[in-house]
């Protein structure tokens, strides 16, 4: 069975603080995808970024950065000078990718992220 | 550029009354989801289809059955409505087997009296 554990239930920052939001995942299979969506308060779900797991090299995308380690089955996301837009619920998951037929993806809980000005 | 597409945006309901949510895809994508989100719990999934035709339970099914007549179409059914089956309710949809990427609709909020 698949997991996705996201501890930090809400987390507020000052405006341009750097924030690392956690992800730990658990799932016997070799060959899997995370990803990061975000929720701001209009409440739709905006995809931000896919890794496959066999590629274990940090991205960074402008002020957003990711540090996947699959030694400690994490997948944790970084925002650098957090900004009031940054304020949403981020949420982690985990899709299987080999024989059971579906894709979908299985969600952490969320954190909820408060930037204040 | 349509997207994925839910009908209602918003409902109210009293205990027991049925209703059906709709949602449509204009990708022409095989895979169609159905979650829940609960304060706290994140996205649940509720029943998914690989195919036209095809539909098959995710993690929370009980109370709810799906439809997929078309392949652009998923049609999430409540035949008793239940208090507990407040929530709100996303649709998703995927374009193919090593994508892994899905696109959302942006939610139907259901309120259960």
């Known amino acids: 069975a698949q997991k996705v554990t996201q501890a930090q239930t809400e987390i507020s920052v000052v405006e341009k603080e750097d924030v690392t939001l956690d992800c730990v995942y658990e799932?016997?299979?070799?060959?899997?995808?995370l990803f990061w969506y975000k929720q701001p308060p209009s409440g739709e779900l905006v995809f931000l970024i896919r890794?496959?797991?066999?590629?274990?090299q940090n991205e960074i995308s402008g002020r957003y950065s990711w540090n996947f380690q699959k030694s400690t089955s994490s997948f944790n996301f970084t925002i650098t000078a957090s900004q009031v837009v940054d304020s949403a619920v981020y949420f982690c998951?985990?899709?299987?990718?080999?024989?059971?037929?579906?894709?979908?993806?299985?969600f952490g809980s969320g954190t909820r992220l408060q930037v204040q000005p | 550029n349509a997207g994925v597409t839910q009908t209602p945006k918003f409902r109210v309901l009293k205990t027991g009354q049925s209703m059906t949510l709709l949602c449509a895809q204009d990708?022409?994508?095989?895979?169609m989801y159905w979650y829940r989100q609960d304060p706290g719990m994140g996205l649940r999934l509720i029943h998914y289809?690989?195919?036209?035709?095809?539909?098959a339970k995710g993690e929370v099914p009980d109370g709810y059955n799906v439809s997929r007549l078309k392949k652009q179409n998923f049609l999430l059914g409540l035949e008793s409505a239940a208090p507990s089956q407040t929530s709100v309710y996303f649709c998703?949809?995927?374009?193919?087997?090593?994508?892994?990427?899905?696109?959302f609709g942006e939610g139907s909020r259901l309120t259960v009296l």
């Open positions: 998703a949809s995927q374009q193919g087997a090593r994508t892994g990427e899905l696109f």
């Open positions: 890794r496959n797991s066999f590629d274990e």
């Open positions: 799932t016997r299979d070799t060959t899997y995808y």
């Open positions: 289809s690989v195919g036209e035709g095809t539909t």
């Open positions: 990708m022409n994508h095989e895979y």
């Open positions: 998951a985990l899709s299987d990718a080999m024989d059971t037929g579906r894709r979908a993806l299985t």
